[in-house]
């Protein structure tokens, strides 16, 4: 067996390879559903039940190997919260986000997602009814002064101003949506960790997607769907679902949360550039501006209490 080079092993061995490959996997998520729609007239609760029905094999592949970790025995109620959760997460945060990546750019609707911690921090303070202090605030009024430099010189440059105001909708209804998700984590995180958590909230949310897409759509169109459509949704549900999941897992078991989540970091970036160089999207010095304000705005923010990284860094995914 050859022997691995010795800066590729201590990245191994400390995580750092793991946190960047699932940086890197999350961030093509908004990548495959765009080449996805430009080779074939799919909607958005189509191309979400191929992904979540390609991924739930995957999603059970993680149920078997946090079993093998052991883990306390679930009750009904932790069943019922499982299954609130994969509502929120999965299902209509994924489905918002798919919906509104039809109207707009993959950069726009990825810093429009990565501001979710605001919405968090938002959420906590009204369900404890505590203020946010100072430093929280201009964090926060950075994230969305960078996020509407952005949004406001797409409008602006963009024929079709209309489809951007609603795609932009739709994806902060998804931020909105997962960041409802995050705060539900904190008890089911301590009971069962990322790992399982994620298998149960998949498999869940997989259930209801496909249960949604059998109500609404056709299944006999699936048949006359491009390969290309079902090469884009396969690399998503392994590439940008269930693979990052688990990275992110050995990422924070091995770097810790704090580092990881630092790396989940590169997200908008990565979505950045690789929108550009796949799918020829500008980038504009406005743009830039506003992405570098939005990721200064996160990276100040104060993290929520009692929270750890793990379910923070899975908003990638959505």
């Known amino acids: 067996m050859p022997r691995l080079h010795p800066m590729l092993k201590r990245q191994i061995d400390n995580g750092s390879l793991f946190a960047v490959l699932a940086a890197l996997g999350f961030s093509f998520k908004a990548i495959f559903v765009k080449l996805a729609y430009a080779e074939a007239a799919v909607d958005a609760i189509t191309l979400l039940a191929m992904r979540m029905a390609l991924a739930l094999p995957l999603f059970v592949w993680l149920l078997w190997l946090s079993q093998r970790q052991g883990g306390e025995r679930l009750t009904v109620a932790d069943g019922l919260r499982v299954a609130v959760l994969g509502l929120l997460g999965y299902y ?32 906590q303070a009204v369900a404890l009814r505590e203020r946010p202090n100072l430093r929280t605030m201009a ?45 539900g984590t904190g008890m089911l995180l301590k009971r069962m960790g990322s790992m399982r958590l994620a298998g149960l909230c998949g498999t869940a949310s997989s259930l209801m997607v496909l249960a949604h897409y059998l109500l609404v759509a056709d299944v006999s169109q699936l048949a006359q769907l491009p390969a290309a459509v079902w090469a884009n949704a396969g690399l998503m549900a392994v590439f940008s679902t269930v693979l990052p999941i688990y990275w992110l897992a050995l990422a924070i078991q091995r770097l810790g949360p704090t580092q990881t989540a630092a790396v989940g970091n590169l997200g908008p970036v990565l979505t950045v550039l690789a929108s550009w160089a796949i799918l020829s999207e500008q980038i504009s010095l406005y743009q830039v501006a506003g992405m570098a304000l939005v990721l200064l705005g996160v990276t100040r923010l104060k993290p929520p209490a009692k929270k750890s990284a793990e379910a923070q860094a899975e908003a990638s995914a959505r």
Do not use: K, N
Request: glycine share 10%; charged share 5%.
């Open 139 to 183: 964090a926060m009024g950075l994230c969305y002064l960078g996020l509407g430099i952005a949004f406001v010189h797409d409008v602006s440059s963009a024929s079709a101003g209309q489809q951007i105001i609603v795609g932009s909708l739709w994806v902060f209804a998804s931020a909105v949506t997962y960041a409802m998700y995050y705060c």
């Open 92 to 123: 209509l945060a994924s489905w918002f986000d798919f919906y509104g990546l039809q109207y707009i750019s993959a950069g726009l609707e990825r810093l429009i997602l990565f501001t979710y911690p605001t919405l968090v921090l938002l959420i």
